[in-house]
């Protein structure tokens, strides 16, 4: 919305402030000036001013206009606001022009005056100054009259070619599949919802959102009808919405507009087409609702306690030791200043030092004085409020006047008594998990929420649900995400279409399953890696991406109170079987892992395999976080023995690791495999098979291990290994 | 060892010894050179190996008894000069060991650390400030019902923000009450309900979490977006108290130097409402582009809880048969809330708000 700063000015003169300083003085109370645009010198000489752009919060419809915010100047510089001038001409004596109103439950009032003999022309003077400096677009001088009364004062009025009309007028709901063409043009189609001005034949104009087309003013139009009424906010946004038509007064008609503007805005726009030639015939028609005044002009008064200000707004800058800066004379005059009455319950009694029974506990508005005596002071206000700020309804809402009329920046900084903190149940474990991932080099990322019906149906846990959203985004984000995975797979795919082939990201995250009537959410991690990991003396570089995906879910298991954690081989459809596993704790599935199977690496061109895991964190964070029990080093030597076996490619390290730990050695403190060699020529190792070199170590906590009980472990390891099918092939003993 | 210099080749005449002697001094210097302290001085004083040894004993017991005299002084003198080389300053040692040494130019080697994520980064660093004031942190859904989002904030029923246009919602709803229409949450204000709902005041909890908006994307916008909230509520809660929190908290944040302003605004669930600006972090409010030239950065809204949440809180809590604990005429409270992306965009120059979302190596990286 635009401002003409020197417009501004006719309604409160000799504002002590240039139209910069009136602009910062205007924002910091709530009515934000978001542009000043210097308008340069005038024909006379004298200065345009200024044209503010605002920027009006949706509450404050009152305060889009000049006259609404000319009354926030006046309130910030303690100013008179001159009233509206309203003189019309003397009308010709005539019978009242008929006007009903069908629907008094959407139009609250409705006012009515009659125009004779009127000139249609071009706007001249002011209005048409104001207009070419607003960019406004001038029409004729009874339509300019209707936007300048808008413009100027902020309420909707329109102007009828009276001739048009075919008897009085009726204010009714338009019936079911009526027509009416607007003055855009269009031809709308009514439900019998919308509200219509309409003579008594047919519908005239879409009550305050568009006139009607065949009804409006033309270079011939004699003579007038000025309309000037009060509609029911739902009604007008439930028209504006259907019919797609958001006018200026649809906004201000469904934001609340000042029921008692309807007779002074007829008046001034009457006064303003009467300029140019013409009469009024007959009295104002005015037709108020009664039980709608009794909801907005003549609401009841609300109450306003001085302590309760305090109560909410604390401490100013300006406040002395004894006493608030926010005093009762202060609250009044900013009231007053905004339009309302305001009436102090001034009932200075004193009671009795004696009359307090409880020690000194006094009901809210009273205070004692140093002699003991309270009083009721004027603490009390019953307000008044203006017809035009629907929006103030309760004591709050005037607290909050008077905060913005006095300036939010200058009240204090004072801060509460601190609270304790109470760490939220699971914030250790992720923070421990996070830690952890970014510490295996992981990084991490953000997805969508969301995901395609395709991709859900791939990465969904078969049983769970799905939950489809009403309004999509995108097709391609047409459910909740099932599962954290899609969205790793198109971050990777991200980056390998942008030639970044290495590539590890880890997402913690909500997932959604269930119904559209039960939604359930939990935790879940997905890890995605992508490019070269180098091969291990155990593992093949075409393997080694799967083994670290296992190493990280190991590792991070590894942060909780142990669990017996298995692997399996089964794994989910959008796993390559044989290069993916599912980890089980507990026997259950916690994570699956892997590499994208290979017809969804085609599908989506990716250049390069990509491994991911997904990990149930819930699961996980049923855990509790590792608690560290120290055991005490041993002070005796440590003996490391290395193995050497050749076994078929069948046997499987966990056949050998159960096999060794079946032993039963409690001095073999280390069992680790630590390469694994396979012979393509099957010279050194035999064809199918694979050499072992596996590593042991042996510590006693209480003695240094003698030569003899070393040989029986180790030669009871080489039988138990040659009994699984192994051939030894070397052994070597350092100390 | 000492296969080479073989005494009997030369003869015990002074010339040849000083050129012998020359030599093995050479020997010398050049050893102190290229081996360290430790290393110089076995080889050469060595007690069963050491060169000094092996060769006055191999010479000595070979030579002419005439020449032993001479020998002996000149191994004597060659002993010094090794002590007095072990002696010298290291400097000169490790200054000729540098020259042939690393190119130390080359970059370095590291396992590639994991990156955290900035925005994430950001919020944690939000959360903890609140942490120190005594913010416990509280979750919540991101499927929300009408209840949780709109109808306990004091929304109206036909607000704009309840519009499709705006708020994602669940499909299949149309059936329901209105207040249990499940969708996506539009801010983080929920888990201030439900926590009241949940305890009695005093409240003190900040609320981290991801939103959604029906919003299209551009390089500022983003249907998915994270937000901190905050809620204290308690007796005697003042306006001038949630200026002076969040004027800290600006602060702590971006360093004691910045200013806070405070302007009306307006929010269903606050009154009185705030937006607050920051003096601009880049040019210390004197103006410049990142500012728009004005000096101040819009950075978050906030309000005093509006007495009409409360009733709605305790009408709930009725409800569940837990006793009403939010009178208006006792317990005030405020609540503020701020765009994560925002802060996180402003704090690092990011340009394009997608990239947090994009899961790109190449943005990642600059924040390791």
């Not at chain 1, 004379?329 to 009671?351: F, H, K």
């Not at chain 2, 002696?87 to 690393?102: L, Y």
């Not at chain 2, 944040?253 to 920051?278: C, H, M, N, W, Y």
Request: hydrophobic share 40%; proline share 7%.
């Amino acid at each position: 919305m635009k401002i003409l700063t020197n417009w501004l000015r006719t309604y409160v003169p000799n504002i002590p402030a240039d139209d910069h300083q009136l602009a910062d003085d205007l924002t910091l109370r709530g009515i934000a000036v978001e542009g000043v645009h210097d308008l340069g010198p005038a024909a006379d000489d004298q200065s345009n001013g200024h044209l503010f752009e605002m920027d009006i919060t949706t509450n404050r419809v009152d305060a889009m206009n000049h006259y609404g915010i000319a009354r926030e100047a006046a309130t910030i510089y303690n100013l008179p606001l001159l009233p509206l001038h309203t003189e019309l001409p003397a009308s010709t004596p005539a019978p009242a022009f008929p006007v009903r109103i069908d629907a008094p439950h959407l139009c609250g009032r409705f006012t009515a005056r009659v125009l004779r003999n009127v000139t249609i022309a071009p706007s001249a003077g002011l209005i048409s100054d104001y207009f070419s400096l607003l960019g406004q677009k001038q029409i004729s001088n009874a339509v300019d009259a209707s936007n300048f009364v808008l413009l100027g004062m902020g309420h909707p009025t329109h102007a009828f070619d009276l001739d048009k009309l075919q008897g009085g007028i009726v204010v009714r709901l338009a019936h079911q599949g009526e027509k009416l063409k607007l003055l855009d043009g269009t031809e709308r189609t009514l439900e019998p919802d919308d509200l219509v001005v309409a003579d008594e034949v047919k519908a005239l104009a879409l009550a305050g959102v568009m006139g009607g087309y065949d009804s409006m003013i033309t270079p011939e139009t004699k003579n007038i009808l000025v309309e000037a009424a009060w509609f029911d906010p739902a009604s007008i946004r439930r028209s504006s919405r259907r019919h797609l038509l958001h006018t200026d007064a649809s906004h201000r008609f469904e934001r609340g507009a000042d029921f008692n503007a309807a007779p002074i805005a007829n008046h001034l726009v009457s006064q303003l087409i009467l300029a140019s030639g013409g009469h009024a015939e007959g009295d104002l028609i005015d037709i108020a609702i009664p039980a709608t005044a009794a909801k907005t002009a003549s609401r009841p008064s609300i109450n306003l306690s001085v302590t309760q200000v305090q109560r909410h707004l604390g401490t100013t800058l300006e406040d002395t030791p004894t006493q608030s800066a926010l005093t009762p004379e202060l609250i009044y005059q900013y009231l007053t200043a905004l339009g309302c009455t305001l009436i102090p319950t001034r009932l200075a009694v004193q009671l009795e030092h004696e009359m307090i029974a409880d020690g000194p506990v006094f009901p809210p508005g009273y205070f004692s004085d140093h002699a003991g005596h309270i009083s009721l002071v004027n603490d009390l206000f019953a307000v008044q409020l203006p017809s035009w700020r629907l929006d103030l309804e309760r004591e709050i809402d005037l607290i909050e006047e008077v905060a913005r009329v006095y300036g939010y920046n200058r009240f204090a900084n004072t801060l509460p008594t601190p609270g304790i903190v109470i760490a939220h149940p699971t914030a250790a474990a992720e923070a421990a998990v996070r830690t952890r991932l970014l510490a295996l080099g992981f990084s991490e990322s953000i997805s969508s929420t969301f995901a395609s019906q395709q991709d859900s149906d791939l990465f969904a846990t078969a049983g769970q649900g799905t939950i489809p959203m009403e309004n999509p985004l995108s097709d391609e984000a047409s459910l909740l995400r099932p599962s954290l995975v899609p969205g790793m797979v198109t971050m990777l795919a991200h980056n390998l279409n942008r030639d970044v082939k290495d590539v590890r990201l880890f997402e913690q995250g909500q997932i959604f399953t269930g119904t559209t009537d039960q939604v359930s959410e939990s935790a879940q991690l997905s890890l995605g890696l992508t490019g070269a990991v180098p091969a291990t003396p155990l593992h093949t570089a075409h393997d080694a991406p799967i083994f670290e995906l296992k190493g990280a879910i190991e590792s991070l298991l590894s942060l909780f109170a142990p669990a017996p954690l298995t692997f399996t081989t089964e794994a989910p459809v959008w796993l390559q079987p044989g290069r993916s596993a599912t980890a089980l704790l507990d026997g259950t599935p916690i994570a699956h892992f892997g590499e994208l199977v290979h017809t969804q690496r085609e599908a989506r061109k990716l250049r390069q395999p990509i491994y991911l895991a997904q990990l149930d964190l819930a699961k996980l964070y049923a855990l509790p976080l590792k608690k560290v029990t120290a055991r005490d080093l041993s002070r005796f030597q440590a003996v490391e023995r290395d193995f050497s076996f050749t076994f078929p490619d069948s046997m499987q390290w966990h056949t050998i690791a159960t096999a060794i730990h079946t032993l039963n050695i409690p001095e073999l403190q280390r069992l680790t495999p630590t390469e694994i060699f396979r012979d393509p020529k099957g010279k050194s190792v035999p064809p199918s098979h694979y050499a072992l070199l596996l590593k042991c170590v042996f510590q006693s906590n209480d003695r240094t291990l003698r030569e003899e009980e070393l040989t029986t472990w180790w030669s009871n390891i080489i039988t138990t290994l040659t009994n699984l099918g192994g051939t030894i092939r070397a052994g070597e003993f350092t100390m | 060892m000492s296969d080479d210099i073989v005494l009997d080749e030369f003869g015990y005449d002074e010339p040849t010894l000083d050129k012998l002697f020359e030599t093995l001094k050479k020997e010398v210097i050049s050893s102190s050179e290229n081996y360290s302290q430790e290393a110089f001085k076995l080889h050469w004083l060595g007690r069963k190996q050491g060169r000094l040894k092996v060769l006055s004993e191999a010479w000595l017991k070979s030579a002419p008894p005439e020449a032993r005299k001479p020998l002996g002084i000149r191994f004597n003198q060659l002993k010094q000069q090794i002590e007095a080389a072990l002696e010298a300053p290291a400097t000169t040692t490790r200054a000729a060991q540098a020259g042939a040494s690393i190119d130390i130019t080359l970059p370095g080697t590291t396992r590639a650390p994991g990156i955290p994520h900035p925005l994430l980064k950001t919020m944690q660093e939000i959360v903890a400030v609140f942490h120190h004031l005594g913010y416990s942190t509280n979750l919540g859904p991101q499927v929300e019902s009408d209840f949780y989002n709109f109808e306990a904030l004091n929304f109206p029923p036909n607000h704009p923000a309840r519009d499709t246009q705006d708020t994602l919602v669940i499909a299949s709803q149309q059936s329901r009450p209105s207040r249990d229409r499940l969708l996506m949450r539009t801010h983080t204000s929920p888990v201030q309900i439900r926590t009241m709902i949940d305890q009695p005041p005093p409240v003190r909890i900040v609320i981290p979490g991801k939103v959604h908006r029906n919003d299209a994307a551009d390089a500022t916008h983003s249907p998915i977006f994270h937000q901190v909230e905050g809620l204290c509520v308690d007796t005697n809660i003042t306006f001038s108290d949630l200026k002076g929190t969040l004027d800290h908290a600006m602060k702590a944040l971006f360093g004691s130097a910045v200013k806070t302003r405070f302007f009306p605004s307006f929010f269903p669930f606050t009154e009185p409402s705030a937006d607050v600006q920051i003096s601009c972090i880049f040019c210390n409010g004197k103006g410049c582009r990142k500012c728009k030239h004005s000096g101040w950065i819009e950075l978050l809204g906030c309000g005093m809880v509006d007495p009409a949440v409360f009733a709605a809180i305790d009408e709930q809590r009725a409800a569940q048969g837990k006793s009403p604990a939010y009178n208006p005429e006792k317990i005030t409270g405020f609540a503020f809330g701020m765009g994560v992306e925002r802060i996180a965009m402003i704090q690092h120059g990011i340009s394009d708000i997608g990239h947090f979302y994009s899961g790109d190596m190449r943005f990642l990286e600059q924040f390791a």
